[in-house]
C-alpha cells in the first residue's frame, strides 16, 4: 500500500521512526512535510498527488466535519501523566466542590482516572462534550464544548495540558485552572482568557474603520468555508466596503504581508487565526467577530 505519513510538529521527530515501522510491513512511505495544525489540516492534495492509499494522521483525532476524498486513518499518541503529582494541587482546589475537567487529546485517555482520583478526594466531578471534538472531555483550539456544556454545573474548571493555547480558549465566567502534568504547576488562567477577550474588542475597534476587506478561505479540508466567503462579501459590499476573496492553503505574514490594500481581514478558516493579528499588522476578525461587528448572521461551523 502507498501511504502518505502526516505528523504534527511536535511529533515530526518521530517520522523516521514510523516511516520504517511500516516499510517493514511493506508499505511504500512518503512523509508530508507540510505543517500540520490540527486534524482539520488533513494532508489530501499532497495525497492525491501521489497517488495514495491513505494518509496516516498521526497525534490528532478524527474532526467529525472533515470530508476527505483521500482515505485516512488517525492514530493517536497518548502520554501518561503521572496521577501522584495532582496531590500538589489539592491545596488549591480545596475551596471549589465541584470541578469539570478536560483535556487534549494527548491526555484525554487519563481523564477518567482523574476522575476518579478527585472523587475519592471528595470532589464532585464532570467531564462535558464538545461538539466538534471527537472524544470527551476533550477540547480542540476552536472547541470548548468540553467545558461550556458542564459549567453551569461546576465551581471551577480544571485543564490539563501543557501551554496556554487550547485552555485560552475556554470562555466562561468560573476559574479556570491549567495543570501542566509535565512541571506539575497549577495556574489560574482568567487574566490570560480577560486579556483575550479585550484584545478581541480591539480588533472590533480598528475593523469599524476598515474600507477594504480581505476574506480568507482555506483549502484545508476541515477549514474550507467558501459559502460563508460569499456571503461576508455580498453584505459588506452592501454596507459599502470593498471586500475580495483570497484563497490559499496557508495564512501568515508571507502569504498576506504584500497586500498593502486591505485594512482589515476576515477570515472563514481557522477562528483562532484572530489571536494572532499582531503577525499580520491588520485585525483579523473571525466569523463570530465579523457577526458582531456588521450584525450578521453568516453560520459558523
Not at 52 to 65: C, E, L, M, V
Amino acid at each position: 500500500m502507498r501511504i502518505l505519513l502526516q505528523f504534527p510538529e511536535g511529533l515530526k521527530s518521530k517520522a523516521l521512526e514510523y516511516a520504517d515501522k511500516y516499510k517493514e510491513e511493506g508499505h511504500e512511505v512518503y512523509l508530508s512535510c507540510s505543517p500540520c495544525f490540527g486534524a482539520c489540516d488533513l494532508a489530501v492534495e499532497e495525497a492525491k498527488l501521489i497517488h495514495a492509499d491513505k494518509i496516516i494522521h498521526f497525534g490528532h483525532s478524527r474532526f467529525p466535519s472533515v470530508l476527505s476524498p483521500v482515505n485516512v486513518e488517525y492514530i493517536h499518541y497518548p502520554i501518561n501523566i503521572d496521577l501522584k503529582s495532582l496531590e500538589n494541587i489539592l491545596i488549591d482546589l480545596k475551596p471549589y466542590n465541584s470541578i469539570g475537567i478536560a483535556t487534549t487529546i494527548q491526555h484525554v485517555h487519563e481523564l477518567e482516572k482523574i476522575k476518579e482520583f478527585f472523587e475519592i478526594k471528595g470532589k464532585s466531578v464532570l467531564i462535558g462534550q464538545g461538539s466538534l471534538a471527537s472524544e470527551k472531555g476533550q477540547v480542540l483550539g476552536c472547541d470548548s464544548g468540553a467545558v461550556t456544556s458542564i459549567s453551569s454545573q461546576v465551581d471551577a474548571i480544571l485543564f490539563v495540558g501543557d501551554g496556554f493555547f487550547h485552555a485560552l480558549a475556554i470562555k466562561i465566567d468560573k476559574p479556570v485552572f491549567v495543570f501542566n502534568p509535565y512541571s506539575s504547576s497549577l495556574e489560574q488562567i482568567n487574566d490570560k482568557i480577560e486579556k483575550l477577550k479585550r484584545k478581541r474588542k480591539g480588533l472590533l475597534a480598528a475593523a469599524m474603520v476598515s474600507k477594504t476587506f480581505g476574506i480568507l478561505v482555506s483549502t484545508k479540508p476541515g477549514q474550507f468555508n467558501l459559502s460563508a466567503a460569499k456571503s461576508i462579501k455580498k453584505k459588506l459590499e452592501e454596507k459599502g466596503k470593498r471586500a475580495e476573496i483570497l484563497i490559499g492553503n496557508t495564512f501568515d505574514q508571507y502569504s498576506l504581508g504584500n497586500f498593502q490594500s486591505f485594512d482589515c481581514y476576515i477570515t472563514t478558516a481557522c477562528p483562532r487565526m484572530s489571536d494572532d493579528s499582531e503577525q499580520f499588522d491588520k485585525p483579523i476578525l473571525d466569523l463570530e467577530l465579523c457577526n458582531e461587528l456588521f450584525f450578521l448572521t453568516i453560520p459558523i461551523k
